[in-house]
């Protein structure tokens, strides 16, 4: 997954392997079947997974205690744009009512997001 081009410049891809199982070349063969990049980005996540969500491991699945990425996207989705309006209504979560979540968030990801201790 990446970047290819930017803005108005012309972007190309070469693609070179001689695959030594069907993922690979599954995976090669999107390129012949497709030029549409988020088509591309969807066929990896099927046959990758997402990877770290915070970290750089490139493939496998995140270890979500509760949604598959892969199955559930519709209501994680849903549950990413609810965090979203929480986030611009409140963006430090800073409401009495949010004491607690603000706690997990940062005992969970504060170093991964390098934000302060909760207070």
């Keep these: 997954r990446g970047r290819v081009r930017r803005g108005h410049h012309t972007g190309y891809v070469c693609v070179f392997g001689n695959p030594a199982n069907v993922e690979a070349e599954t995976r ?8 549409d990049g988020f ?3 969807e066929i990896d996540f099927e ?16 270890p979500l205690r509760v949604a598959d990425l892969r199955r559930d996207r ?5 549950a990413r744009d609810d965090a979203q309006a929480l986030l611009e209504s409140d963006p430090g979560l800073q409401g009495t009512q949010f004491v607690k979540l603000r706690k997990q968030v940062l005992r969970r990801y504060g170093r991964v997001l390098d934000v302060g201790d909760v207070g």
Excluded at 28 to 35: A, E, I, K, P, R
Excluded at 47 to 62: A, E, N, V
Excluded at 74 to 78: N, Y
């Design 28 to 35: 090669l063969q999107s390129f012949v079947d497709t030029l």
């Design 39 to 41: 088509e591309l980005a």
């Design 47 to 62: 046959l990758r997974g997402p990877g770290d969500l915070f970290g750089t491991k490139q493939h496998g699945m995140p």
């Design 74 to 78: 519709a209501i994680v989705e849903l």
